[in-house]
């Protein structure tokens, strides 16, 4: 009797005088020809997912390293998202304290206008006599 054990071919001499329904060398050729086959797919079927595994770990570290880049871009758009948001707080104080420049110099304007346009010369050195 033949039998494959880890690709070694084993023979059983006590099996080769049997007969009647207790095997024969040709039975247990089939026997060993099948248990080949098996062991053949099983170890192409092995090679095909040690590939397959193989392509995914390269797919996971280019996956990595895509995650890792998109990772900076979001970090370096935070800081320049935070860049503008202080800029514009300081565009908005300094056009707050432009309106209220203009607010007081529209105010100044407007004293100019009422004294020295609407008032007679004569009321005007009056008010100057009066305040010294």
Same mark, same amino acid.
């Given at each position: 009797?033949?039998?494959?054990?880890?690709?070694?071919?084993?023979?059983?001499?006590?099996?080769?005088?049997?007969?009647?329904?207790?095997?024969?060398?040709?039975?247990?050729?089939?026997?060993?020809?099948?248990?080949?086959?098996?062991?053949?797919?099983?170890?192409?079927?092995?090679?095909?997912?040690?590939?397959?595994? +193989?392509?995914?770990? @390269?797919? #996971?570290?280019? &996956?990595?390293?895509? !995650?890792?880049?998109?990772? %900076? /871009? =979001?970090?370096?758009?935070?800081?320049?998202?935070?860049?503008?948001?202080?800029?514009? +707080?300081?565009?908005? @104080?300094? #056009?707050?304290? &432009?309106?209220?420049? !203009?607010?007081?110099?529209? %105010? /100044? =304007?407007?004293?100019?206008?009422?004294?020295?346009?609407?008032?007679?010369?004569?009321?005007?050195?009056?008010?100057?006599?009066?305040?010294?």
């Amino acid at each position: 009797m033949d039998v494959v054990i880890n690709g070694l071919l084993e023979r059983n001499e006590s099996g080769k005088n049997q007969v009647n329904g207790h095997g024969s060398d040709w039975q247990y050729k089939q026997i060993s020809e099948r248990l080949e086959q098996i062991k053949q797919y099983l170890e192409s079927e092995i090679e095909s997912k040690r590939r397959t595994i +193989e392509q995914q770990q @390269q797919e #996971i570290a280019l &996956l990595k390293k895509e !995650i890792q880049g998109k990772t %900076n /871009d =979001i970090t370096h758009l935070q800081q320049q998202l935070q860049q503008c948001t202080q800029h514009t +707080e300081g565009h908005r @104080q300094l #056009i707050n304290k &432009l309106l209220n420049d !203009i607010e007081h110099y529209q %105010n /100044d =304007i407007e004293w100019y206008k009422r004294t020295y346009e609407r008032r007679s010369i004569w009321g005007v050195l009056k008010e100057k006599l009066v305040n010294k």
